[in-house]
C-alpha cells in the first residue's frame, strides 16, 4: 500500500483554512451516521490515491451525500482529514484502555494489561488498515497544517500505555528504571508498524498468530 501526497495538503481553495476543527453542531444520529461515511469515504480514498490527488466531489460520490453535505459538516478537506485521524486515534485510545482496564478487573496483572492491549489494538488494526496506514504515513510529515493536531491525539494513545506502565511499575512487576514513555512509543510502534507489515506482507497470519509473537517480545523484554 502507497500513499501520495502533495507538500502543502492544502484547503480546496488552496489557501490554508484558518480554523483547525470543524465548529460544533448538535449531534444527532442522523449527522453522526453522515459523518461517519464521510471518515469511510474519505480514509480510503485518500489510502487509494493520496490526499492531494482525492476531491471533496470523490469523497461526496464515494459516501452517497451530496458534495453541499462534506461542507456543512467540515468547512474543508484538511478539516475533515484532520478529525478523521483524531477520530482514528482516539477510538484506539479507548480501545487499548478497555482492553487494559477489563484485564485488570479480572485480577490480571500490568504485564497482562500490555497483552491485551496488544490484542486489541491488533484487532483495532485488521478493522481498520486504510486509517493506521494514513496514521503512520503522517507521522514522518511535519509540514501539515493539523500536525499539532496529531501530535495530541497520539499523545492520548500514548497516555493509556503509559499509565499502565507506571501502575506496572509502581506495584513492583517491572523495574523502577524502566523509561516509561520511550517503552510506550515502543510498544505502540511495534504494534502499528508489525500489524501493517502483517496486513501487507504476511496476509495469511492469523491475528492469533501474530499476537503470539508480539506477546513473546513484551512477555520477555518488558517483563523481565
Keep these: 500500500m502507497s500513499t501520495r501526497s502533495g507538500k502543502g495538503g492544502g484547503a480546496i481553495s488552496g489557501a490554508a483554512p484558518r480554523r483547525t476543527s470543524t465548529p460544533r453542531r448538535t449531534s444527532t444520529p442522523r449527522r453522526t451516521s453522515t459523518r461517519r461515511r464521510l471518515f469511510d469515504a474519505a480514509v480510503t480514498l485518500i489510502a487509494e490515491q493520496g490526499f492531494s490527488a482525492t476531491t471533496v466531489e470523490e469523497i461526496a460520490d464515494r459516501a452517497g451525500v451530496a458534495k453541499g453535505t462534506v461542507y456543512y459538516n467540515f468547512s474543508s478537506k484538511n478539516v475533515l482529514y484532520e478529525e478523521l485521524l483524531r477520530d482514528g486515534v482516539d477510538l484506539l485510545a479507548d480501545s487499548l484502555r478497555t482492553a487494559a482496564d477489563d484485564t485488570v478487573a479480572r485480577g ?52 493509556v500505555v503509559e499509565s499502565v ?38 496476509p495469511q497470519r492469523s491475528v492469533e498468530e501474530v499476537h503470539a509473537a508480539l506477546s513473546q517480545l513484551v512477555q520477555g523484554r518488558v517483563a523481565t
Design 108 to 159: 490480571g496483572t500490568r504485564v497482562d494489561a500490555l497483552d491485551a492491549m496488544i490484542r486489541a489494538g491488533l484487532d483495532f488494526i485488521a478493522g481498520s488498515p486504510a486509517l493506521t496506514q494514513l496514521y503512520v504515513a503522517e507521522l514522518w510529515r511535519t509540514n501539515r497544517s493539523w500536525r499539532a493536531t496529531l501530535t495530541s491525539v497520539r499523545g492520548r494513545a500514548l497516555a
Design 165 to 202: 506502565l507506571h501502575d506496572a511499575v509502581r506495584t513492583g512487576e517491572l523495574s523502577d528504571e524502566l523509561d516509561v514513555p520511550l517503552t510506550a512509543s515502543a510498544l505502540l510502534g511495534m504494534v502499528l508498524v508489525a500489524a501493517l507489515d502483517w496486513q501487507s506482507f504476511q
